[in-house]
């Protein structure tokens, strides 16, 4: 049985969901902080002491978010380069291209 990657494994299509998945739910806990900042500046509450604390916030997940993204994409470049089973699946193509298109939304986004 041929034991490469494939998107008919599970475990394969889960690895590519979670990988793709937590650089969005990074920088969205990253907003999170800044919208709720906004949204007590808005409704009259002082919150002066608040913005230090939101920009710590937004950096430390905003920064792992941004840059566990181009690690994702690099890993897929070190499996198509290292392993011959992802080079000859459809697999480790698709993980670089959905990597690429997700960074590329995610600098949009910012």
Known sequence: MDEGPSFRRRRYVLRLL???ALPWVLIGVAFSGLLLCRELHR???EV???GDATLVWFFAF???GAFGLIA???LGIYR???YREYRHSWYGWVWLVFAWLTMCALGALH
């Open 43 to 45: 409704s009259g509450h």
């Open 18 to 20: 979670l990988a793709l």
């Open 72 to 74: 994702v994409f690099l």
């Open 48 to 50: 002066g002491w608040l």
């Open 62 to 64: 905003g920064f792992p």
């Open 80 to 82: 198509l380069v290292r």
